[in-house]
Structure formats: structure tokens, C-alpha cells
């Protein structure tokens, strides 16, 4: 009972998203000694969900290997290429094929749906004590994962709030920098890293006149059905794995990584067109205004922010419903480079 009640402490001992579903893999391990233990994502979008990796370990390993923090879809396994794991996602019950060796299958549950499964191989199948002491384990999982839901999201959008950006920007940035490999133990697997020269792109996106909805349609419609409308166009117009943000009123936050300007330019104005073409309950129809920024080395949250909003302030100042890159605005003379852009900022 105290090895359990260690690994329950470590395991809630964790804000980090990534390192929770390490920690649990590390915890599982250490009290079930199985073969091997996997935790699978649902990533995407229809019909091009896929499996990823979020962490794997075998018998024997010191740490979990996942999938790099952006994993390109068509390089992931797809939902139906793996469809025991799909048949416990969807009936959101634990299963168990027979071995040997035997695979045991936990539905990994929000408030509201299945969004992954834990995979425990071994050599014979779990005893009755064992899948329950998994039962339980996941089930204080899932609340720890509510209470960092509640702290860490918008509770209007379900978008990440404005008080995770910092550190959520430098992680980010750091695992970039890293390049982490993938390695997910399927045979024949190989390691697969991010493309190299690939750079992170922070966008800031703001509804053009939005003080304008409110007045004519009154907050239910501009605060709430418009934002939540706004925040779903959002989610299917950018990949699973760019980070969205609401900081507050009408104003929004991407951090994504691209190959080059051309793909950040090409995947904002793809939201642009969406929210342009997209007809939302009786204010018909709205537009946004989006700039954006390469992050450079050194870069901090501030130094990124302001670059992006500068170029936002340009397109609100030149017609709105557009999107401008700071950096090409720069070579074009339109904007000038602020001298604390790279500066250091302690906090």
C-alpha cells in the first residue's frame, strides 16, 4: 500500500501535462512489472484521426519515449490500423486479449469522452486485484486532469487561458530546440524527429468590431455563442497539435510550428477564409485580423507578443481582415524594428 500511495503522490505532484502521463506510465511499471505500457491519444480530426504516442516504456527501460511534440499526422498510425485499441476507445470499457502475451486495454476518460488508451502487455493476463488497482489509478487521474483543466482552460472556449501562455511558450520552445524522437516499441518502428529548419510561429488573432456585435446583438450573442463558435473554427482550422489560446474579450493566441513563412501565412489565412466564409446565428457573418511572428533564439513570451501585435495592429490599421507577418513588414519598410524585441526579460 505505501509503494502505491508513493506513486499516486508523484504522479499528482505534476503540472506539466507531458510528464503526468510519463509519471503514470513510470507508476504502472514500477507496481505492475508488465512487459510493456503505452498511453495512446486520439489526435485530429475526421475522417484523419490517428494514434500518438504520448508515452511508451518497456521492461527495463529508465525512461518513456513519445512522439515529438509535432508529430505530423500522416506519419502517425490511424485509428483503424489498430482496431482492439479502437473497439476499447469507443465501448469505453477495459478489455483484455489473451496471450501470450496478454494485452490489457483501459479507456482513458474526460468528463465528457474517451480520449485515449492505456495499453499494459504482459505475460499473463492482469489479476482481478491488479486491474482494479489500474481502475483506480486512472479514475484519480482523470479528476487530477479535470482540476488542470479547470485552472489552465477558458471556461467559455475550452482554449487555454492567458495565465498558461509563458510557460507554455518557453516548454515549447525548449522541446523544439531538443528535437525529442519518437519511439512508440511497434516492430519495425524507427525514430522519427521533427523536420529540421521547421520554426515556431506565434499569432495573435482579434474579431474585427466586436464592440460593434455586442452593441447591435447584445454579450449572449457576442460573448458566447460568437467566441465558442469562433474557438471551434479554430480547432478544425489549425492541426491537434498547435497550441490555441483565449487571452480575454475578443482576442486570441496561436503558437504553431511551420516549415517557413509561406506555411504559417498559408494556415492563418485558412482560418481567415473559415471564419469569413462561416455564417454564425444572426450576426451572419464576421471577420478577424491576424498578426504573426517567427520566434527567434532568446526569444521570450513579451519580446514574441508584441511583435505579433504590432503586425495586428498594422492590418487594423490598413482595412483589418487580413494577416500580416512583422517580419515581412519589416523588410518592407512598413514597420520598424523596437531595439528590446530580443532583450532578456527576468521574471
Known amino acids: 500500500m505505501s509503494r502505491v500511495i508513493e506513486q499516486l503522490a508523484e504522479l499528482t505532484g505534476f503540472r506539466d501535462r507531458d510528464v503526468l502521463d510519463v509519471s503514470l506510465v513510470g507508476a504502472l511499471m514500477d ?47 490511424s485509428l483503424d490500423s489498430m482496431p482492439e485499441r ?46 482494479r488497482l489500474v481502475g483506480s489509478i486512472l479514475r484519480i487521474y482523470r479528476n487530477f486532469q479535470s482540476l488542470l483543466d479547470y485552472s489552465e482552460r477558458d471556461t467559455l472556449t475550452g482554449l487555454l487561458n492567458r495565465k ?77 497539435h498547435d497550441h490555441l489560446y483565449r487571452f480575454g474579450g475578443e482576442e486570441f493566441v496561436v ?26 446565428p444572426q450576426v451572419e457573418h464576421i471577420t478577424v485580423s491576424v498578426g504573426c511572428t517567427a520566434l527567434r533564439v532568446g526569444d521570450t513570451p513579451n519580446a514574441a507578443f508584441e511583435r505579433a501585435d504590432q503586425a495586428l495592429y498594422h492590418v487594423k490599421q490598413n482595412g483589418r481582415n487580413q494577416v500580416a507577418d512583422h517580419g515581412r513588414l519589416v523588410a518592407l519598410g512598413q514597420l520598424s524594428e523596437t531595439a528590446h524585441d530580443s532583450d532578456i526579460e527576468m521574471f
Not at 478489455?95 to 469522452?113: I, K, N, Y
Not at 480520449?115 to 499473463?124: F, P, Q, R, Y
Open 164 to 240: 498558461t501562455f509563458d510557460d507554455g511558450f518557453l516548454r515549447v520552445a525548449t522541446r523544439q530546440a531538443q528535437t525529442p524522437v519518437r519511439a512508440d516499441g511497434r516492430e519495425g518502428a524507427g525514430q522519427r524527429r521533427p523536420a529540421q529548419g521547421d520554426a515556431l510561429w506565434l499569432a495573435v488573432i482579434d474579431i474585427d468590431h466586436f464592440k460593434r456585435v455586442n452593441d447591435a446583438f447584445g454579450h449572449l450573442i457576442g460573448d458566447e455563442v460568437l467566441l465558442l463558435l469562433l474557438s471551434r473554427l479554430m480547432r478544425s482550422s489549425f492541426r491537434f
Open 255 to 280: 503558437l504553431m510550428c511551420c516549415s517557413d513563412a509561406d506555411a504559417a501565412m498559408t494556415a492563418l489565412q485558412r482560418l481567415r477564409q473559415n471564419v469569413q466564409a462561416y455564417r454564425f
Open 86 to 131: 479502437l473497439a476499447c476507445l469507443r465501448s469505453q470499457e477495459a478489455d483484455e486479449t489473451p496471450g501470450p502475451p496478454s494485452v490489457a486495454r483501459f479507456p482513458m476518460v474526460t468528463e465528457w469522452q474517451a480520449v485515449g488508451v492505456l495499453e499494459i502487455t504482459s505475460k499473463l493476463p492482469l489479476t482481478a486485484e491488479n486491474l
Open 31 to 77: 507496481l505492475l512489472q508488465p512487459e510493456a505500457l503505452g498511453i495512446y491519444r486520439v489526435v485530429g480530426e475526421d475522417p484523419d484521426r490517428c494514434w500518438l504516442t504520448r508515452a511508451y516504456m518497456r521492461r527495463g527501460d529508465t525512461t518513456a519515449t513519445a512522439d515529438p511534440l509535432w508529430a505530423e499526422p500522416g506519419s502517425l498510425p
